[in-house]
């Protein structure tokens, strides 16, 4: 039988929003102020006479980085556990020789949560930090986690079947992530470039999986720099209206009783289609996208970008992933997920889910140089959040930390904002030039 789940999550959403019971007042202010701007996107949206789409929202992977002038290349990777990820590789313009690329610098762009790889070709080519980075001289590999649409794979398909929502494949979390995807990437991407350690930039949950898979296992000493673009350890005063309401209002609950364990993810062709329906759409998407994100005034991003972003996005994630950022909004603290009494004494020995090991984490980072950026709207990265996370790193701020605040910067602006290149890229290229020319 079939459930419309739709009326079932607007329901839940009215409920917890009735039933709020902490920031209510910020929260309704939060709401309302949200809600207008993306009414009033909606009318500009219908009264002015919608442009034509820009040529990249037509434009798959392969044909953005080469129209541009950039080799493509798409890899599959195979972690411990069976899952089959996809990296996209832009290892050098289409004028150098194969000579010319290999012996590069390595570096590995790790998305965030709900997000993809697609990400990157939001802004425009000259604010694009892969092709930044690939004109800097590196080797650029961008990975995909498990679980979004372009990895969406296993090497057992009859007992890890994609299609079926009840299969052993939507068993993970960021914790999976950090533990298998991580260090499979890594290797992969070494081994196939011949290089001994790699650059490693990852922005929201690619920083939090760097970190969980570090306090397990020595990651990072096969990565000779790390850059955090909205950094996340810790999450419990977030501030997204939208996710909020999430919190308070039970809907993962009930999707997880229903059993609908994967989210946002549907065939390629429907983001293919995406990219006209966001089309006449443009302001009222993105406003919408800051209820999320982070609410603004202002319009940081061009307009013209957002069918781009609606022909890559979202790249989904599963329910379970969700439920564990959940529990670290919940509890504040950063700990691996909570499958209850029973199965965490089978998973981890111990009726409680344990906290990621600090002490490991600092040891196997104590010699990793590292740059931070966060935004200062930032919803995800609380001020109380990023302080906490400064404490577990206070060995080694002033020497091998450095990090910036960009002002009025939201969740995505590190990648999508128009003056991403000025406030994200120029000080990222400026590090890591700092960083290979101490070398």
């Not at 709020?20 to 309302?32: G, M, P, R, T």
């Not at 790790?110 to 001289?137: A, K, M, R, W, Y």
């Amino acid at each position: 039988m079939k459930i419309n789940i739709l009326p079932i999550l607007f329901i839940s959403l009215c409920l917890g929003f009735a039933t709020a019971k902490y920031s209510n007042i910020e929260l309704v202010k939060d709401l309302a102020i949200g809600s207008f701007r993306v009414v009033s996107g909606l009318i500009e949206d219908l009264y002015y006479k919608t442009p034509e789409l820009t040529d990249d929202a037509y434009k798959s992977p392969a044909e953005f980085y080469q129209s541009y002038g950039y080799r493509f290349e798409q890899h599959k990777i195979v972690t411990e556990d069976g899952y089959i990820l996809s990296a996209w590789r832009i290892p050098g313009k289409l004028t150098e020789s194969f000579k010319d690329i290999s012996g590069k610098p390595a570096v590995m762009l790790q998305h965030g949560l709900l997000d993809n790889s697609g990400t990157f070709t939001v802004g425009f080519s000259n604010q694009s930090l892969p092709i930044l980075l690939c004109n800097e001289g590196y080797d650029v590999w961008i990975t995909n986690t498990r679980g979004n649409f372009n990895s969406f794979e296993h090497t057992n398909p009859k007992e890890y079947s994609v299609f079926d929502i009840h299969s052993k494949y939507w068993n993970f979390t960021f914790d999976s992530m950090g533990y298998y995807d991580l260090p499979s990437n890594i290797d992969y991407i070494l081994d196939y470039t011949d290089n001994k350690k790699l650059t490693y930039i990852g922005h929201s949950q690619g920083t939090i999986q760097f970190f969980a898979g570090n306090s397990i296992k020595n990651i990072a000493s096969k990565v000779d720099s790390f850059v955090g673009l909205g950094p996340v350890m810790y999450v419990e005063n977030q501030r997204s209206p939208i996710i909020t309401l999430l919190k308070v209002s039970g809907v993962s609950t009930l999707l997880k009783w229903l059993d609908f364990n994967n989210l946002l993810i549907w065939p390629t062709i429907v983001n293919v289609s995406l990219k006209s329906i966001v089309r006449p759409l443009r302001k009222t998407v993105f406003r919408f996208i800051q209820m999320i994100v982070g609410l603004k005034k202002e319009v940081s991003v061009d307009l013209s970008r957002m069918p781009v972003m609606g022909r890559h996005e979202p790249g989904g994630t599963n329910l379970q992933n969700m439920m564990h950022w959940l529990q670290m909004v919940v509890t504040g603290n950063f700990a691996r997920y909570n499958y209850g009494k029973e199965e965490n004494l089978r998973v981890y020995g111990q009726e409680d889910a344990p906290f990621y090991d600090l002490e490991v984490l600092k040891e196997n980072i104590k010699d990793l140089d590292m740059f931070l950026i966060r935004g200062s709207i930032d919803v995800f990265v609380a001020q109380e959040d990023f302080d906490k996370l400064l404490d577990v790193l206070a060995f080694k701020l002033g020497t091998t930390l450095n990090y910036k605040v960009v002002k009025d910067y939201d969740h995505l602006d590190y990648i999508w904002a128009d003056s991403s290149y000025e406030e994200v890229a120029l000080p990222v290229l400026e590090f890591l030039r700092n960083k290979r020319a101490n070398q």
